[in-house]
């Protein structure tokens, strides 16, 4: 497993940017396909994006609608979400997460990460 940390959530106004980061432990983190998550309390953890090992590969949700891009640095071994044009349902905790599992299987399932973070919580006021 990975160990992974999250940092950069606050509190944000409607219509703001903010860049989540997640750092690894692992220096092999090139192996890993990675993902952003987002929970709610009371609700089940929703699939936001992710990113293939070698960073070209990029898969988002429907409901981000383009607002929000993903990526990596794999000598820094960090990933990042960038989030822009916030919404107020845009706020939940965000987690990082970690799958062996090869990319082009196109996985998006919480299911099929083996690592995760302790997550940030962001939060939109309107």
């Known amino acids: 497993q990975v160990r992974l940390v999250e940092s950069g959530g606050r509190l944000v106004q409607a219509g703001g940017s903010l860049r989540l980061s997640c750092e690894a432990s692992?220096?092999?983190?090139?192996?890993?396909?990675m993902a952003w998550f987002r929970q709610a309390p009371g609700k089940e953890r929703e699939f936001v994006a992710r990113?293939?090992?070698?960073?070209?590969?990029?898969d988002y949700a429907d409901s981000i609608q383009g607002r929000f891009t993903i990526s990596r640095d794999n000598a820094k071994k960090s990933i990042y979400l960038q989030l822009a044009n916030l919404k107020p349902e845009d706020t939940d905790v965000y987690y990082c997460?970690?799958?062996?599992?090869?990319?082009?299987?196109?996985?998006?399932?919480?299911?099929?990460?083996?690592?995760w973070g302790q997550g940030t919580q962001v939060t939109v006021s309107s």
């Open positions: 997460a970690a799958s062996a599992r090869p990319y082009d299987w196109g996985e998006r399932a919480s299911g099929r990460f083996d690592s």
């Open positions: 692992t220096p092999t983190l090139s192996s890993y396909t």
């Open positions: 990113v293939s090992p070698s960073g070209r590969g990029t």
